[in-house]
């Protein structure tokens, strides 16, 4: 068998 | 919750409220859709039996599976709760602050495109060319009313905003001229159909404007059905050479070519497709937004085809990630690593909060969606809003608002979706327009997708 886990306000990002 | 599919030959599992991703195997893809349902016991003699023919899946894999995902799920990374509800009303309150505004220089256009949402160009209302000093007091405004945020965002929109073209650069250098004593930085864009690009306009995006949108439909039988001028004529010969020329110019980045699908196209892949082939690197098209009783609006019918094309566009760029000449696709631009914060997924665009449109006489919109519909005009940028118990409702609107969308595994992605799509197949700003929903849902799941087969084949997005 082969689980691979790929990954784990101010207001100043864009719109 | 999580939401668990079957995609290209990968398993994979979206954790919904820790927007963690898992690839598994297919015992593992049992087990975990099992985990809540059954006991281990019950669950182990289930993989058992179904894989008894395989000699991978052992009783001492069972074991170490059922260990591997209660780590994750003392990790938060697996079944993780939601635990963003009660603080979504604070995040919304601390966002009446302006930061962007979409700047109508132009009601007006060139081009007289059937499925325009905006008239052709006009809004339902008189034509019309910002002037100078409206726009510059829409800028003071937008300044005087963003606090202590430093940047700022204003897109160049119509109409045809190149019909206003000496009115825009003026307003850069204004832009520019309030920066420093301002503490603010101007970030401008620039949304057009093309047929006025040329080498002052290239010159001058390049260098002040952040990114530019450029309108094409894909196929030059797609383009011109629907993208014409007054008499018919198509305008796909006219722009397309010029947008080459302009997203090279560019270096192939921070430009969008924006294309938009019909039910006169429901195989779109080959629109997005022929606009790589093109050359260009940046791609994006949407679904129409129109009435239904247009001859070119989707329907229900369309869905299962429009689903299957999301598909074969991804499908295809994985290809072509392989061979190192890929492109992007706005809807499949995922950071999973360094996404936006909760504050910015709960909330969503910012709508009738933190950005507002600006018509040629300096009214105020929830958004451009929403420009001529006078049930929707706020106010002015001399005398700011007026109408408070409008932006009320944008204000209350985020994905908690939203009952439909409590158990969604996309609702931390789209952020309750679109307000004016709500509006107008609803007749609420915080209803559901399912439809969007449906395309949504299937987008995040090719999205990642894409995510998990680079990851899995240790591709390099290159282009």
Known sequence: MKINTLNSGCGECQT | MIHAYKMNGYNIIIDQNSGCVHSVDEATFDIINLYKEKSKDEIKAYIIEKYKDDPE??????????????????????????????????????????????????HGCNLACKYCFAGKGEYFGPKGLMSLETGKRALDFLIENSGTRKNLEVDFFGGEPLLNWEVCKKLVAYGRSREKESGKNFRFTLTTNGLLVDDDVIEFCNKEMGNVVLSLDGRKETHDRLRCFPSGKGSYDLVTEKFKRFADARNQRDYY???????????????????????????????????????YALRQSDLTALKEQYEILANEMLKRYRKGNGFTFYHYMIDLEAGPCIVKRISGCGVGTEYLAVTPNGELYPCHQFVGDEKFLLGDIWNGIRRADILKQFNECNIYSHKECKDCFAKLYCSGGCAANAYHSTGSVNGVYEFGCELYKKRIECAIMLKVAQAEENLKVEY
Do not use: W
């Not at chain 2, 082939?277 to 247009?294: A, I, Q």
């Open chain 2, 57 to 106: 899946v052992t009783p001492e894999d069972i074991d170490t599976c059922f260990g591997d995902i209660e780590a994750l799920i003392a990790d938060g990374r697996l079944f993780a709760e939601d635990t963003f509800e009660q603080t979504a009303a604070q995040f919304k309150k601390k966002q009446g602050v302006l930061k962007a505004l979409c700047l109508h220089v132009a």
């Open chain 2, 257 to 295: 070519m924006r294309g938009t699908y019909t039910h006169y196209n429901t195989d779109f892949a080959a629109d997005v497709i022929h606009m790589a082939d093109l050359g260009f690197k940046e791609l994006s098209v949407e679904p129409v937004v129109c009435s239904g009783t247009e001859p």
